[in-house]
Every structure is written in structure tokens, then in C-alpha cells.
């Protein structure tokens, strides 16, 4: 019986063992990784501790393991722990489930986590959701962090001095400075010129930015008012104040004490007045809120440390991190951490709790007005912190002005745009609506009956569609005017190629209807080419208005070193709409080469030779802009000016001279042919018939014959009547036809010129007119051979 008690007994103990083991083998582990200067960090451990047993009771199923970075155990110095971060997240590693970081690089980190909101309870993120937690963990609405505890800077007064001279904690900066006017002139009266008299942290350190952010934020309105503009006459304020508190009571050399030599002379006793985040020194200091401008306007920074959750894991890791992450805002675990390490709550609530202000200075938490600082300003607060100092030491200790300084200090993250208001603007504004009703006025010029040439070229539809999709084009010049939106980018983006897709449409319809032979499609175009632009122009619209909704662009902000920043379109590759935009792009480039085939192939027909010079001289430019486009683009220039101005520049210039070129340059040609039919009396040297005959033969029998798309396009180069077009159905060319000069002509046709005649004024003024009637009937007894051959 009592080996059989025995045998169950370890029977059990093997099977609890073995769960247990199993237990272990399937419960999920989440790594936490932190760093700590100590070597030994008795609130980190605490927490894993803490947790594992709570796991444990509550059968979460959850092991949490610390990985400790400290000199101690990495090559990587502590102070580059940020950057360490920053290098393994952008590697996507998956060894850290929760990661714990300063609170100034919540920002740093933002594209590499996920929305910690998702995976705690509505308890945990009640609490979080406000106040403090609010200004140092959202970022656009997302919850990136969430602090684990924090620090707020307050303010040392010396208290055996204080108390020697009958004087209370100043709680104005003037306060200040008559209190240390006093000590300073008694103390040095007994030789004590060894007493620091206010250092507040203006060293080359980090630091700086944060003293900087305490004076600018107690010279704001109000207790409730946000922190004031840099430019604001609250800040000039302010910056005075810090100048004028050196000047009088403290030193360069005071403001320039870095963190660790001024807290040995805290300790020591040797510090009249400082702000630190530090020791509890109550016995030796009356620690306050920072001063204001006025009693009861206060400012302190916050520091402190977050957890930011890893986005590259698997879900079930995340679900898990939640529930620690739970554990550690706990209101009981925060309580702890507050009386056991001194680790304040950002849960305004706790301060409360009878055990906690037991055991800390719940008042003066109460009072401290809490500031962030501008960590989300910049995508890398280093360098915006670098920037703020060396603009802000050329006030402190040199002779820049302090309206200027905030003017730099606002330009280190502020993005320009050009204002409508401003000069810049103005000057925009006008020159594109003089363009734009320029444009539109010229449909007058173009359905004047004195100009009917121009209806040779387009019908009246053609020529409101080619005059509106120039407009179309200015329209992208709005987008550098106010701040840069999706929308605007959508609008350089499509418009722009659109605007000039839509003026060649209609270019391309005239060159195919009037190509040299007879074909269906030629036919159909002439019959449909309304309907045709229109449909290609609103089936661009519409996908491009598809791919704007569906994928909008990303805006990317440049910053620059020593100019203003600024904000350009992006087109991420991983987008979807940058594929399609692709698409776009490359099935209607071809509409160019096209137009540059047809051009070639109809440069001698003689009845759209002048429009045919236009359209060569467009494609051209045209070209030659896309090549100077793409050159400018491929180059990353940093200066917001150049930036905006050549890109506005390029689309005016684009503009004006496509406008030139369709509407006063086919006017010029017109008029050069009027010209040359000015004169009543004109000496043509005939051109012999046989020649031309068998060089049309040639080309008409190459071309029914010739397989080669090369040798067919050389054939029809050299024709000079379309043969698509008849004078019964030509609507493009009906009610067109050029007026004449009423001067009565005689054309002397003869074989005989020699080359002194040929060079006399009247024959360099031959008829063009009557050169094609002859090449026309040419042309004709050309065909007529060829169908006789034909039969």
C-alpha cells in the first residue's frame, strides 16, 4: 500500500513536470530590448520579474526576456543607442518584440512600429490617450509609444543661501534676477566668488533645446495656452530675458557648464540657481516649478522613456506584447515604480493616491506644466537639435539679433510655399492669367473670317479642345502657390500630360486623315475625329482620376542646411499608382513618334505643307523640352526657389511657345504666301514634265511592290497630293479656301533661263500656286500611267 502511495506520488510529479515542460516549450517569448548606463538597473529587472509572475498566476502562456545593452556589454556606446535602433528596424529584424527608447525619438522610429492603440485594453489606453501622453506618443493620430514613465525638468534654489538672505524660490525671471543680483554682490563681498550663480544648461548638449523650450514656454499667455510661435512676440521676449539674465547675474562660462559639472557642484552644494532633470536634493535645494514671465506661468520638459512595439513581427507576437505592455501601465505597477525608483506616472490621476504623495512631492507633480519637445519636426531630432543650438549660441554669446534668430530657428523645419499673397505670388498669378486669356482670346483671331486658313488646319471644335488643353496646362503652375497637397500633385502628375497630350490629339487626327494614300482608317478618323479626341481626352481623365483615388501620391519634405525647406511630389515605386502611371505614360508617349512618322511622310503633300512645317516645328520644341524636363528632374536641387520657379518658368515657357507656334506661326507662313502672290506679272521657268513623271511612277510602283515599312515611308515622303482626300466629303477643308490677291496675273511659262534670269527679282518671286497646279497635273498623268499599267 505504501509503495503503491509512493508510485502515484511520483507518478504525479512526472506528469506536472512534463506539463509544465510542455508549458514552457509552447509559451510565447517576447524579448524586450533596453539599455541602461548602470550595471545593474534594478527597475528594468523588476518589471521582467514582475511580469513572469503575474504570467504565471494568470496562465498567459507569456515569457518575457530582457536584452540589456550597457558599456558593459556592447562595443556600441550607449549615447549611439538610437542609432543602433534606428539600423536594426530598418533591417526588419524580428529579435525584439517591444524595444524601450528615450521619448525624444518617438518620431525617429514612427515608420517602423505599429499602432500600439490596437493591442492594449481600453483601460490602458483611456489613460494614455491625453495629457502628456498624448503630446510624446501620437504621431498623425497613431499611438507609436507609450511612456513606461517620465521626467520633468524643475528648478534648484539653494536653500542655505536662500534662507541666509530671507528669500523664497523666485517664480518670475525677474524675481530671479534680483534675488542673485543680491546673493552674487554679498557673496562676493566675502570672497565667494567661486558660487555658481544660474547655469541653466546652455551647453553644446541636447540640453539647450530643452532650456530653450522651458523660457519660451513660460512666456506664453495664459497656464492654458499652447507654447507660442518662435516668431511671436512672446518668444523676442523670452530670448531677451535669457541674454539679459547673463548680462546681469551669470557668465558665459556659467551657461556653458555642461550637465555632469554642474551636477558635482549641485551635490556640492555650490549652485545658487539651476534647472535639471536630477536628484532629489531637498536638503540642500527648494526644488520648484521653472519660473515665468509671471507668477504662475511655469514650463518643464519632458523626459523620460517609451515602449514602441516592433511592426515587423508576427501577430500573435503583437497580441502578446500587448498584454505586457498592459502590465506595465498598470495603475499598481506604475505606483511602484514611483515609490520603489522614483520613475514618475504620465496618469495625472495617480498623483492622488495617498500611498504615492506618502512617499513623493505629489504637489509640486501637480504644478509642473508639462512641455514636450519638438521631436516630430524633423524626421532626425539630432540634427534638428544640432541646428536649434548653433542658431541660438549666435544670440547667447554673440550679437545676432532675436527676431532673426526665431526666424531661423522657425526655418530649420518650417516648408515654404509660395503665398498668393506674397510678391512672388502676385507676379505668378498674373503672368498665367495674362497667358491663360491670352489663349482664349484667340479663338476671336482664329474664327475671324479675314483668317479662315486656320480652319484648313482644324474645324472650330479642334480649335476650342488645342486652345483648352493649353489652359489645362497652366493649371499645374497653382500647385506651387499655398501648400503643397495630393491633389496638386495629381494635378502635375496627369494634367500636365494630359494638357499636352490633348493639344496633339487633334494634330494627329489632321495627319492621318490627310495621309498621301486611300484606307479605311483615314476615312473613319475623318469622319469620327470629334468624338475621338474628346473620348481620348476624358478616358485620361478618368484614369487618371481612377488611379488618384484609388492610389494618392505621397508628398515628401526636403530639408535643407542653410535655405529654406520645402515639399515635393513623390511617386514611391512600391505605389500601385506608379505602375499605372507608367502605363499611362508609356502607351501614350507613342502618340509622339507617330506624329513624327506621319510628319515625315507628308512634308511635300502640297496642300497642308505649311501645316505640316507647324506640326514639325512643334514636335521639335516638344521634344527638346520632354529631353530638358527629364535632365532638370533626374537633378536633386535643395533650394525651394530654383525648385519652384524653374518648374513654373518651364510650363509658361512650354505653353507660350506651342501657342506661338499653331497660331502665329502658321499665320506667318500664310502670309508669306499671300506675299508671294502680290505680283501681277510673274516668270516661271517650266519644269519638265518626264523627270517628275517617272520619279512618281517609281514611287507608286515601289510602293505597291515594296515589303519594306522602311522603303514604304521613303516612297510616300516623296508625294505631293493626298489622294484620301476628295472635294466632295473634305470637311475639314470645305468653306476654307485661301482668298487669293484680286491683282490679275500672267505667268510666263518658259524652258529657256539662264542663270542671270533666274536670279532676277521678278522670277525669286514665282508662283507657289502655279507650280502645284502643274506638279497636280503631273500627278494626275502619273496615276493614269500606273492604273493603264495596272489593267
Known sequence: MKNSIIITLCLYLIDLSYFEFLRRSYAIKINFLTSTNSIVDKHQEGLVNDFNIYSKENHLNITLERTCLSPQNVSVEVSNYASFLELILKKKNTNYDLILIDNIYTNLYSNYVVDIGKYISNDTLEHYSS?????????EDKLVSVPLYIDGEVFYSNRKLLDRYDEKPPETWDELIRIASKIKENES????????????????????????????????????????????????????????????????????????????????GNVLFTMFFGPSLEDQYYITPIPGERPGLSASCIGGQSIILNKYISEERRIASGKVIDFFLSWEIQKKNIINHRKYSSIPEIYEDEEVCRSIDCELLKKLQFIARPTNLLPNYNQYSFKFRNIIFDFIYKNAKASETLQKIEDIAAISFISPSSSLGVVVITINGLLFILILSTLVIVFHKKNQFYLKF???SSWCLSLFCLCIILVYNCSFLG???????????????????????????????????????SEFVKRYHLQLNF??????????????????????????????????????????????????????????????????????????????????????????????????????FEQFYFHSISKIVIIDIIVFINYLCIIWVRMYYEKGIKDDNSYGVKIVKKKHSRPLNNMEGRSLDGHSRSKSLAIKIINYHYYNTSLNTSKKDDSLNKSNTIT????????????????????????????????????????????????????
Open 131 to 139: 495629457g502628456i501622453s498624448k503630446q510624446i506618443g501620437y504621431i
Open 189 to 268: 563681498q566675502k570672497g565667494n566668488d567661486d558660487l555658481i550663480i544660474f547655469a541653466p544648461n546652455f551647453a553644446d548638449t541636447e540640453l539647450t533645446l530643452c532650456t530653450a523650450s522651458n523660457f519660451f514656454h513660460s512666456f506664453r499667455d495664459t497656464v492654458e495656452s499652447d507654447m507660442p510661435s518662435y516668431t511671436s512676440k512672446n518668444c523676442i521676449r523670452a530670448l531677451e530675458k535669457i541674454k539679459e539674465i547673463k548680462e546681469k547675474v551669470s557668465s558665459d562660462e556659467e551657461y556653458r557648464c555642461i550637465d555632469t559639472e554642474l551636477f558635482r557642484n549641485l551635490i556640492e
Open 458 to 460: 482644324y474645324d472650330k
Open 483 to 521: 501648400p503643397l497637397t495630393t491633389f496638386k500633385c495629381y494635378l502635375f502628375q496627369y494634367f500636365t500630360f494630359i494638357g499636352l497630350l490633348g493639344l496633339f490629339y487633334p494634330i494627329l487626327m489632321f495627319e492621318i486623315i490627310n495621309f498621301p494614300s486611300p484606307n479605311k482608317f
Open 535 to 636: 473620348g481620348l481626352i476624358i478616358m485620361d481623365l478618368s484614369y487618371s482620376a481612377l488611379a488618384y483615388s484609388l492610389f494618392p501620391s505621397k508628398i515628401k519634405s526636403v530639408y535643407v542646411d542653410d535655405g529654406k525647406n520645402f515639399q515635393k511630389c513623390f511617386l514611391d515605386k512600391t505605389n500601385p499608382q506608379y505602375i499605372l502611371f507608367i502605363i499611362m505614360v508609356v502607351s501614350k508617349v507613342l502618340v509622339f513618334p507617330s506624329m513624327a512618322v506621319l510628319s515625315f511622310i507628308e512634308y511635300n503633300l502640297l496642300n497642308i505643307k505649311n501645316e505640316i512645317k507647324t506640326i514639325t516645328i512643334l514636335l521639335y520644341f516638344n521634344l527638346l523640352y520632354i529631353i530638358f524636363f527629364i535632365i532638370i528632374s533626374s537633378f536633386h
Open 740 to 791: 487669293q490677291s484680286s491683282i490679275p496675273e500672267i505667268n510666263l511659262y518658259t524652258g529657256i533661263m539662264t542663270k542671270s534670269q533666274s536670279e532676277c527679282p521678278m522670277q525669286s518671286n514665282q508662283s507657289e500656286q502655279s507650280e502645284q497646279s502643274e506638279q497636280s497635273e503631273q500627278s494626275e498623268h502619273t496615276g493614269k500611267q500606273n492604273n493603264n499599267n495596272n489593267n
